[in-house]
């Protein structure tokens, strides 16, 4: 017999903790297609469909990701290098970042049907696992410096593009789930610049931007420590967004360039699934 159904959220409580502005577990969000500051909203309504999910697919997801990442909380955002040594809790990172992009499709067409396929054993979500992470690592990157604090997209995950010499272009995507507004764990190629990747996420806002850039309507969630400057110069957010995006255009349009010059040449290029381009080898 199948148990009640629950409300379900596409980010996850527990995720968004240290967003939270007050007691009441308020999050406050910047409406960029109204160009303001919306209401404060508690957690548990900001990020929830308007929809039931079956009980059991929502223990699924508590037992593979949420549980296991609360358990290992104090380890994984401690100072200083993080060993991650247990397969669930690397799985349960992994799965941050792999599934977030399902919960979000979930929202968009109102049914788990992908998520449950996803997730139908345990054998099959390592085996996943490990197939998602060929030509990736799993790293952990962000700032200390409050400027710098990590904004929460209302998709739940950001990409963001880093330097990789392994890349025909020299710039591959990667792709972020915050867990503080100093910490984000993210999934990038194994030849992505990682002492670049690190020196730029700890000492620019070149995080920081993409994980607020985006469609013109979208929503983000502050950082508690930007809230008082974003509600008194509104204007400094905006613009920050408009130069982020303009250089993620730049990015964008520099990466096609290569990309067609390689084209002209005869060459044959393949995108590789960890987000980079290669050139087709010879057969």
């Known amino acids: 017999m199948q148990r009640a159904k629950r409300k379900p959220h596409w980010v996850s409580q527990f995720l968004t903790t240290p967003w939270e502005v007050n007691a009441k577990r308020e999050l406050v969000f910047f409406d960029f297609a109204a160009g303001h500051l919306g209401r404060p ?24 990701i949420e549980t296991p990442f609360s358990q290992a909380r104090d380890t994984l955002l401690a100072t200083g290098d993080v060993q991650i040594d247990e397969w669930k809790v690397y799985r349960a990172l992994v799965l941050l970042v792999m599934m977030q992009p399902a919960r979000t499709h979930a929202r968009t067409v109102r049914n788990d049907d992908w998520l ?16 998602y992470m060929q030509g990736r690592r799993l790293v952990r990157i962000g700032s ?7 904004f929460y997209p209302d998709g739940g995950i950001f990409g963001f593009l880093t330097r990789d010499a392994g890349c025909l272009t020299e710039w591959a995507w990667g792709f972020a789930i915050p867990v503080t507004p100093s910490i984000a764990f993210a999934s990038i190629s194994e030849t992505a610049d990682w002492e670049w990747l690190r020196a730029a996420s700890q000492t620019t806002s070149h995080l920081q931007g993409f994980s607020l850039a985006g469609l013109p309507d979208a929503r983000v969630v502050l950082p508690p ?10 204007s400094w957010l905006v613009e920050h967004r408009a130069r982020m995006n303009a250089l993620r255009t730049d990015l964008l349009a520099a990466r096609v360039k290569i990309v067609r010059a390689h084209e002209a040449h005869g060459h044959r290029v393949v995108p590789h699934p960890d987000g980079s381009y290669g050139l087709a080898t010879q057969s």
């Open 116 to 131: 449950e396929q996803l997730l139908v054993s345990d054998q099959e979500v390592d085996h996943l696992v490990q197939l």
């Open 144 to 150: 200390i410096l409050p400027e710098h604090a990590l």
């Open 41 to 64: 909203t508690p957690s548990k309504r900001l990020f929830r469909e308007n929809r039931a999910r079956p009980a059991e697919l929502e223990d699924r997801l508590n037992a593979l």
């Open 225 to 234: 420590g930007l809230v008082k400057v974003t509600r008194e110069t509104p």
